[in-house]
C-alpha cells in the first residue's frame, strides 16, 4: 500500500488573531458603517446635483495625503506585532510609535481640511452631502483618536520584557481595531471623494 | 530590522499606495470613459484593497476557514450593494 507524504506538519494552524471578542466588536461596527456607506450612495442617487456640485468643494489632496497615512499606520502596526513574536520588543513599540505619530497626522490633516470647508462657509447644515460628510468622517475621527489610545497603550507595553502567547494575543487584538479603522477610511475616501465625480 | 521591512507585509502596503494612486486618478476625471464605470472600477479597487487589509494586515489569511467565509461575503455583499445602487442611478 501506497501511504502520501503526510505534509501537515509544516503548515500551520489556524489562528484567530486576538481575542474573539474584538472580532465581534469589529463585526458589528462593520455591519453599522455597511448601513452607512449604502444610505450615503442612495441619497446621492436622490440628489446627485448637489451631491457632485458639493464634492468638488473638497480637497482631494487632502484626502490623499490621509489615506496614505492610514495605509503606512496600518503598514508599521502590523509589522509591530511581526516584530514582538520575534521578540524585537525595540522594534516593535517603535513601530507602535510611529503607527501612533501618523494617526496624529490624520488628525492635524482633518483639522486643516475642515478649517478650510468652514471659511468656505460649508458646515454641518450646508445641505445633505456636507450634513454626511462632517457626520461620517466625524464618526470615523472618533475611531481614530481611541485607536491612538490603543496604540499608545500597545507602544508602553510592548516595551517590557518577554512577549508570550497572551501578550501577542493582546498586541493582535488592539492592532486589528487599528486596521478596522484604515479599512473604514479606505471606503470613506473613495465615496465621498472620489465615486461620481466628473 | 531589514526582515520587517522587506517583508510581505511591506510588498502588501506598496500594493495599496499604487491602488490608491490609481483610484485617486480615476476620480480626477482621468480618461474618456463615462462616470459610473469609472465610479464603479473606483469601489471594484476600494474593495480589493478592503481584501488586502482584511486578509493581510489583520491576518484572516492565517484564520480559520468561517472567517475567511465571513470576509469574502462581506465584501462580495456591501460591494455589490454600491456598484447596483451606482449603476441604478444610471
Known amino acids: ?45 436622490g440628489q446627485e446635483a448637489l451631491f457632485v456640485e458639493s464634492q468638488r468643494h473638497l480637497n482631494q489632496a487632502l484626502g490623499l495625503v490621509n489615506t496614505l497615512l492610514m495605509l503606512s499606520s496600518s503598514w508599521l502596526v502590523a509589522s509591530a506585532v511581526q516584530a514582538a513574536r520575534r521578540q524585537q520588543s525595540q522594534i516593535s513599540s517603535r513601530c507602535f510609535a510611529l503607527g501612533f505619530a501618523c494617526g496624529a497626522g490624520f488628525i492635524v ?52 520584557s518577554r512577549f508570550t502567547a497572551e501578550k501577542i494575543q493582546h498586541l493582535e487584538s488592539g492592532a486589528s481595531f487599528w486596521h478596522l479603522v484604515d479599512l473604514l477610511w479606505i471606503v470613506l475616501f473613495a465615496l465621498l471623494y472620489l465615486v461620481g465625480r466628473s | ?23 485617486w486618478g480615476m476620480g480626477q476625471g482621468v480618461g474618456a470613459f463615462d462616470v459610473q464605470i469609472v465610479s464603479v472600477a473606483i469601489i471594484i479597487v476600494t474593495f480589493v484593497k478592503v481584501r488586502f487589509v482584511i486578509f493581510e494586515f489583520m491576518e484572516i489569511r492565517g ?28
Do not use: C
Open chain 1, 1 to 45: 500500500m501506497i501511504v502520501a507524504p503526510v505534509r501537515a506538519s509544516t503548515r500551520r494552524l489556524p489562528h484567530i488573531p486576538g481575542e474573539l471578542g474584538i472580532w465581534v466588536f469589529i463585526a458589528g461596527d462593520l455591519v453599522l458603517f455597511s448601513l452607512l456607506f449604502v444610505l450615503f450612495l442612495q441619497y446621492r442617487a
Open chain 1, 109 to 160: 490633516v482633518k483639522y486643516f481640511e475642515y478649517s478650510e470647508k468652514i471659511r468656505a462657509g460649508f458646515t454641518l447644515n450646508s445641505n445633505d452631502f456636507f450634513m454626511y460628510y462632517y457626520v461620517y468622517t466625524g464618526m470615523h475621527l472618533i475611531h481614530v483618536v481611541i485607536g491612538m489610545g490603543v496604540l499608545a497603550t500597545l507602544m508602553v507595553y510592548s516595551r517590557s
Open chain 2, 1 to 23: 530590522m531589514s526582515s520587517l521591512i522587506w517583508s510581505r507585509t511591506t510588498v502588501i502596503w506598496l500594493l495599496l499606495v499604487v491602488a490608491t494612486g490609481l483610484s
Open chain 2, 63 to 90: 484564520a480559520p476557514t468561517w472567517m475567511h467565509r465571513v470576509g469574502n461575503g462581506w465584501i462580495m455583499l456591501i460591494s455589490g450593494l454600491l456598484i447596483t445602487r451606482v449603476l441604478i442611478a444610471a
